[in-house]
């Protein structure tokens, strides 16, 4: 299953970026989730773990797998039979930001998954898409 959603912020990127990567705080500015803890302090790192609680699903834990200050971030989440590999990124845009979030499940269980579960996922991005927007254009 492979989900992408665009949304353009009327933020300038450093603004949108400034939001985007403080994690603790995203359970203020989207119903997607009610709990995240990192494992480090300060910027967003690779290798850094990230422990998260979205409604009515358990408890996830990801991985920063790459980082690229003030455009992109990719975090990946492992379960049995499912890789989640989720991409963040930010890029100018004609008054504001552009905003493009996705999501990637592969895997023997992936379709699976998707079947069961995939309109869940999709709403979450989408509510995250949201919000990020939303809290963007407060600052």
Same mark, same amino acid.
């Given at each position: 299953?492979?989900?992408?959603? +665009?949304?353009h912020? =009327?933020?300038?990127?450093?603004?949108?970026?400034?939001?985007?990567?403080?994690?603790?705080?995203?359970p203020?500015w989207t119903?997607?989730? +009610?709990e995240?803890?990192?494992?480090?302090? !300060?910027?967003?790192?690779? !290798?850094? #773990?990230?422990?998260? #609680?979205?409604p %009515?699903?358990?408890?996830? /834990?990801w991985a920063i +797998? =790459?980082?690229?200050?003030?455009?992109s971030?990719?975090?990946?989440?492992?379960?049995? !039979?499912?890789? *989640?590999?989720?991409?963040?990124?930010?890029a100018?845009a004609?008054? !504001? *930001?552009?905003? *493009?979030?996705?999501?990637?499940?592969s895997?023997?269980?992936?379709?699976?998954?998707?079947?069961l579960?995939? %309109?869940t996922?999709?709403?979450?991005?989408d509510?995250?898409?949201?919000?990020? #927007? /939303? %809290?963007?254009?407060? /600052?």
């Amino acid at each position: 299953m492979r989900y992408a959603t +665009t949304v353009h912020v =009327a933020a300038p990127p450093h603004v949108v970026w400034h939001v985007l990567e403080d994690l603790e705080a995203w359970p203020t500015w989207t119903a997607s989730m +009610t709990e995240l803890a990192r494992s480090r302090t !300060g910027a967003l790192s690779v !290798g850094e #773990k990230v422990r998260v #609680k979205q409604p %009515r699903l358990p408890y996830a /834990d990801w991985a920063i +797998t =790459a980082v690229d200050p003030g455009s992109s971030f990719v975090w990946t989440s492992r379960a049995v !039979g499912v890789v *989640t590999t989720a991409v963040h990124d930010v890029a100018a845009a004609l008054d !504001g *930001t552009s905003v *493009t979030l996705s999501i990637d499940q592969s895997g023997p269980l992936a379709g699976v998954v998707g079947l069961l579960g995939g %309109r869940t996922v999709r709403r979450y991005v989408d509510l995250e898409a949201a919000g990020l #927007k /939303d %809290r963007a254009e407060l /600052d």
